[in-house]
């Protein structure tokens, strides 16, 4: 091979890396545009930190109680108030974070990971076997998503594995979600994949002598990460919905364990007369939720070609 030709491969691998650097660069660039994008990832940042060190940021121990300080309103001393056994509102608040954001985020991750390579294997290998997991799936997506959820939960409530309530009932959300889920993520995956495996470029990998394995794994999931990531992101409010309603109807997290969930529901018993307890939490899950949307959004903008030049 002569030295111009050796040089030439040198500059195309070169404009290649920096194409696909490019992609990535431009996504990032048009993403901190998006003021409101940047603003929630901040927000989602200092939510993540504050459920990391629950227990060393709040005030209070989240179930101490003070039978003089019941039902009292936002004060110096108790910035949200206290509820009915003179806990301290904002400490139940942040432990409250520590499960509500721990169950959605990992959750999710979970949930995108088994739909992920479930929708790869059924795009992938098409066929047969596209018809039989995409008809298992079906019969799954079919079930109304609250009452698969409930139904898990019963099951899971009625099986003594753990002696710890609050881990049993972390599990069994965690379960719910997970089985809840994936579905949606496995059908996305499932469709990008159908598309990107008839690209060029897989040709010439299976034409290379690559792997099937090897040409899902390095050519595949990059080219469809974009959607995944924005997927991931509108997967977690749904998550933290699903936890605070699961708690609040009762078959999540019980008192005197704290969440979103069980907040909310403590605080709508007293609405009328003591509106404090329901406005916090009620706060903390739309404004997550809504930073959560906010950035998927941002994220969907960045990583949509057709806005690329706009």
Known sequence: MSQSATTDQKTMLTSTSGKAESLWADAWKRLKKNKASVVSGIFILIMCFIALFAKQIQPYPFDKQDITQILEGPSATHWLGTDNLGRDLLSRLIYGARMSMAVAIFTAFVSLFIGAVYGAISG????????????????????????????????????????????????????ALSIVGWVSVARLVRGQVLQVKEMQYVEAAFAMGASQFGIVWKHIFPNILGPIIVTLTFQIPANVLFESFLSFI???????????????????????????????????????MLAFNLFGDGLRDAFDPKLKNR
């Open 124 to 175: 992938w290998f098409g066929g047969k076997v596209d018809a039989i997991m995409m008809r298992s799936m079906d019969i799954l997506y079919s079930i109304p998503a609250l009452v698969l959820m409930i139904l898990v939960m019963v099951a899971f409530g009625s099986v003594e594995l753990f002696d710890n309530p609050e881990l049993k009932a972390m599990t069994g959300i965690f379960l």
């Open 250 to 288: 009762g078959l999540g997290l019980q008192p005197p364990f704290s969440s979103w969930g069980v907040l909310a529901n403590e605080g709508w018993r007293s609405l009328r007369n003591y509106p404090h307890l329901i406005i916090s939490p009620g706060l903390a899950i739309f404004m997550t």
